[in-house]
C-alpha cells in the first residue's frame, strides 16, 4: 500500500502540537517511499525534527523543506553547486530563523539548479520521472507536490517558482519584491531576486506568510476581485494550444462564478520586457560570479559560464538603457494594473518537457519578475500527456494578501467548473 500524502499547512495546524509526531511520520512515511523516485533533496533530517521539542507558535509543528540557496546551521547548504561541497553556514538565513521561532520544523534541503540558475539537479517530476520539474526552486516543488512536506521555500529572480509550481502541480506563490528579508539567500541578480512558498493549497500559503511578512494576513477570505482580466503576452503565440485553452476556459469558468472579467491589450512597448530582464539579470550575474569564475572555472558548469561570460559582455550604455527601461514598464504597470483587479495569464509555455537536461522556458514569468508584481501559479486541467497545466494570477505591487483571497475565491471556481 502506498503511503499517503502528508498533511497540508492548514491539516498539521488543526492537528495541533500533540498531532506534530503524527504529522511528521507521515512526512517520514512518504519520503521513504518516494524520494528514491523523485530525488527532491539534498538532505533530509526527519528523526532530528521529531527529537526537538516544538516551540510554541503560529506554525507550531509544521514541516518545512528549504531550498539549498538558503542558509541553514543544522545542514550543509551547497549552492546547487560543488564549489560549495563542504559548505556548512554558521547561522540560518532569516527567513529560516523566523520560520524556526514561529515554531516550523526544518526537515532539510531542497534541490536547487546551479545557483538558482539554468544547470539542472537530480529532481524528476513526481507527475511522471521522465520530465522536467522546473526550476530552480525544482525540489520543493516535487517535494510539495509529491507529499513529502506540507510546505517548501524557493527563489525566483525569471520564473523559478511560477514554473515549477505549474509544472509538477501546486500552488506557487511569488511575493512583492522585497516582501520578506533575503538576508542568508545566496544571491543570483539582488535587483530581481525573491523569495516564495509552494503549498498544495492557496489558503496554505497565509499562515506561512504571515510569518515571514509583517502586518500580513494569516488567513485568506476567498474573495471576488473587483475584475479578471485577461493578459496574453507578447509570447502568447510561443504556448501550447493546451496551455492557451486552459487559461481562456478559466476566464470563462471565473466569468461563470459571477466576476467581471475581460482583456488588457498587450502595450506595443512589451514586446521586448522578456528581453530587457534577462539583460539586467545577466549583468548582475556577471559582476555577482566573476571572481568565482576566476577561481573555479571547473567546477561550474558551461550554461552558467556562458551567461556570466555573456553578462560581462554588457555594457554600461546597454545596461544603463534597459535599467531606464524597466522603470517605464513598472510605472505603465502601476496603471493599468489597480489594487483590487487580478490579471490572469500563462504560469508556463505548457506541460513539463521530457528530459532532465533542461527546466523549461521562463518566458511568461520574466515580466512579472521584472516588475516586482505578486503572481500566483495555480493548477488547472492537465495537457495532451497527462501533465499538469496552470494559470497564472498577478496582481498590484503590495497587494500579495488580496491576491491570496483572490486566488482562493479563483480556486473554488475553477474546482466547480
Known amino acids: 500500500m502506498a503511503a499517503p500524502l502528508c498533511p497540508t499547512v492548514t491539516g498539521a495546524l488543526q492537528m495541533g502540537t500533540t498531532g506534530a509526531a503524527m504529522v511528521l511520520n507521515a512526512c517520514k512515511a512518504r519520503i521513504a ?36 540557496i538558503i542558509d541553514t546551521a543544522a545542514f550543509p547548504t551547497r549552492y546547487g553547486s560543488p564549489i560549495f561541497a563542504n559548505h556548512q553556514p554558521s547561522r540560518d538565513a532569516a527567513c529560516v530563523a523566523t520560520l524556526k ?42 517535494a510539495v507536490a509529491d507529499g513529502m512536506v506540507p510546505v517548501a521555500l524557493g527563489s525566483q529572480t525569471a520564473g523559478s517558482v511560477i514554473r515549477p509550481a505549474a509544472y509538477c ?8 519584491y522585497g516582501w520578506t528579508d533575503l538576508t542568508g539567500v545566496y544571491p543570483l541578480a539582488p535587483s530581481f531576486d525573491t ?18 511578512a509583517r502586518g500580513a494576513r494569516a488567513s485568506v477570505t476567498a474573495r471576488m476581485p473587483a475584475r479578471i482580466r485577461l493578459f496574453r503576452t507578447a509570447k502568447w503565440d510561443e504556448a501550447s494550444p493546451d496551455a492557451r485553452r486552459a ?10 462564478a459571477g466576476a467581471t472579467i475581460d482583456e488588457v491589450p498587450v502595450p506595443a512597448s512589451w514586446s521586448d520586457i522578456v528581453a530587457i530582464h534577462t539583460t539586467v539579470m545577466l549583468a548582475e550575474m556577471g559582476r555577482q560570479f566573476a571572481k568565482l569564475l576566476s ?43 489597480p489594487p483590487g483587479d487580478v490579471w ?10 521530457e528530459g532532465l537536461g533542461a527546466t523549461g522556458d521562463p518566458m511568461f514569468n520574466r515580466p512579472w519578475t521584472l516588475l516586482g508584481l505578486p503572481c500566483l501559479s ?22 500579495d494578501d488580496d491576491l491570496l483571497d483572490a486566488a482562493a475565491w479563483i480556486e473554488q471556481a475553477l474546482a466547480a467548473s
Open 33 to 68: 517511499e518516494r524520494e528514491p523516485v523523485v530525488g527532491a533533496w539534498e538532505v533530509v533530517d526527519v528523526r532530528a525534527a521529531m527529537d526537538s521539542a516544538p516551540i510554541p507558535g503560529p506554525l507550531t509543528g509544521v514541516p518545512v523543506g528549504v531550498k539549498d
Open 101 to 142: 521561532l514561529a515554531g516550523a520544523l526544518v526537515l532539510g534541503k531542497t534541490v536547487t539548479t546551479e545557483f538558482a540558475s539554468a544547470f539542472p539537479g537530480k529532481t524528476r517530476n513526481p507527475r511522471n520521472p521522465a520530465h522536467t520539474p522546473g526550476g530552480s526552486s525544482s525540489g520543493s516543488a516535487a
Open 169 to 176: 502541480g501546486v500552488v506557487g506563490y511569488k511575493g512583492t
Open 195 to 212: 523569495l516564495g512558498l509552494f503549498t498544495r493549497r492557496v489558503a496554505d500559503l497565509a499562515p506561512v506568510r504571515a510569518v515571514l
Open 247 to 256: 487559461v481562456e476556459r478559466a476566464l470563462r469558468a471565473v466569468g461563470d
Open 295 to 337: 577561481v573555479h572555472p571547473d567546477k561550474m558548469s558551461a550554461s552558467i559560464r556562458g551567461q556570466i561570460t555573456q553578462g560581462q559582455k554588457t555594457t554600461s550604455d546597454e545596461e544603463r538603457q534597459a535599467r531606464e527601461r524597466v522603470d517605464a514598464y513598472r510605472a505603465e504597470a502601476a496603471e493599468l494594473l
Open 344 to 353: 490572469l495569464t500563462l504560469a508556463a509555455p505548457g506541460e513539463a518537457p
Open 378 to 399: 495555480l493548477p488547472y486541467r492537465q495537457g495532451a500527456n497527462g501533465l499538469p497545466l496552470a494559470v497564472q494570477l498577478v496582481a498590484a505591487r503590495g497587494s
